[in-house]
């Protein structure tokens, strides 16, 4: 079993930049593949991005707001961090971001947030117009 905290979070003009990190507990951290959601209120959780367990692969999400471009997920598994660099911050990336793991699929699966065991308890982004 592993428990997420993020962090990082907090209030940024549009234009600017945030990085989060969500520290992982455990010894086994290199076993899990991680990933990045969001959530607008009232609205349905959303993928973001993911990482294998190597961090050889990464996925974005690829959608009319896609983040592709201006974020970065890495990892770093020496430390159990994962990250998410976010550039060029919208308005419309205003939501609460929370880190998951899985033990399951180094794959595209990792956009599917039913692949995901684990999950942080969400950090507040909110990014000013």
């Known amino acids: 079993q592993v428990q997420l905290v993020e962090s990082g979070g907090g209030l940024v003009q549009a234009g600017g930049s945030l990085r989060l990190s969500c520290a992982a507990s455990g010894r086994t951290f290199s076993t899990y593949a991680m990933g990045w959601f969001r959530q607008v209120s009232g609205k349905e959780r959303e993928f973001v991005a993911a990482i294998t367990r190597s961090g050889g692969t990464t996925y974005y999400a690829d959608s009319a707001d896609s983040v592709k471009g201006r974020f970065t997920i890495s990892r770093d598994n020496a430390k159990n961090t994962v990250y998410l660099q976010m550039n060029s911050l919208k308005p419309e990336d205003t939501a609460v971001y929370y880190c998951?793991?899985?033990?399951?699929?180094?794959?595209?699966?990792?956009?599917?947030?039913?692949?995901?065991?684990?999950w942080g308890q969400g950090t507040q982004v909110t990014v000013s117009s």
């Open positions: 998951a793991a899985t033990v399951y699929g180094d794959s595209a699966s990792l956009q599917q947030q039913s692949q995901y065991q684990y």
